[in-house]
């Protein structure tokens, strides 16, 4: 069955840097393009970036362009997110989530990034 | 962006009883394609989302069919037939037409009365 597991979150100090990954598997990683999405303590979700499937195309929200990438390896059934100057309002869970639009959606159980000094 | 705002924001129901939530749209969310990208999620405590329907109206499998969708352009509505104690949670909409960026609503909270 589908699965994305989240891995690298923490506690980080502003203005420092963290990869998350998130590992896929159960369907064509190869062939779908990725979404992260993150989700602060009791607030809505919020998008975060999109990766096409072969990691030419990029796109991210206004709070994190130029400071975050977003990025893939097709090889190992890997999304990243490097996350750099973090600030307060980066704390949340972060998700990787596929398929919005269709019929093959899934959405991880997240890992927690803190931003606090 | 396109703005997506929910109504009610809490939603008290009595088991059984029927529920109705609301999403409006601050523009028509009909693709190029023809296909409008409406999507409706639940959201438990300490879970991620759980979608429920795409496409306004076609519901993810797994989905009790007391889950319906409905509407068009900027205009949509999620209908609970007859609420369980399984559905408390938070709902949200979410617009993947008019993209970047994917937009939800606030959100909904229902709650057994």
């Known amino acids: 069955q589908v699965q994305l597991v989240e891995s690298g979150g923490g506690v980080v100090q502003p203005g420092r840097s963290l990869r998350l990954s998130c590992a896929a598997s159960?369907?064509?990683?190869?062939?779908?393009?990725i979404h992260w999405v993150r989700q602060a303590p009791g607030k809505g979700p919020e998008w975060v970036a999109t990766i096409s499937n072969d990691g030419s195309n990029t796109y991210y929200a206004d709070s994190v362009k130029g400071r975050f990438t977003i990025s893939r390896d097709n090889s190992k059934n890997t999304l990243y997110l490097q996350m750099n100057s973090v600030r307060a309002e980066d704390t949340a869970v972060y998700s990787c989530a596929k398929d919005f639009r269709g019929g093959t959606h899934f959405w991880g159980q997240g890992t927690l990034v803190t931003v606090s000094s | 962006d396109v703005v997506m705002t929910q109504s009610p924001l809490s939603l008290p129901v009595t088991l059984g009883q029927p529920a109705s939530i609301s999403c409006r749209s601050s523009?028509?969310?009909?693709?190029?394609?023809?296909?409008?990208?409406l999507n409706w999620f639940h959201q438990r405590p300490g879970q991620s989302p759980r979608r429920l329907l795409y496409k306004v109206s076609v519901r993810d499998s797994g989905v009790p069919d007391r889950f319906s969708g409905s509407g068009s352009g900027t205009d949509f509505t999620l209908k609970i037939s007859r609420v369980e104690a399984e559905d408390v949670g938070v709902y949200y909409c979410?617009?993947?037409?008019?993209?970047?960026?994917?937009?939800f609503g606030q959100g909904t909270r229902l709650e057994i009365k």
């Open positions: 159960g369907f064509a990683f190869r062939t779908s393009g």
């Open positions: 523009q028509s969310l009909v693709y190029s394609d023809g296909n409008t990208y």
């Open positions: 979410m617009q993947g037409t008019h993209w970047p960026p994917l937009t």
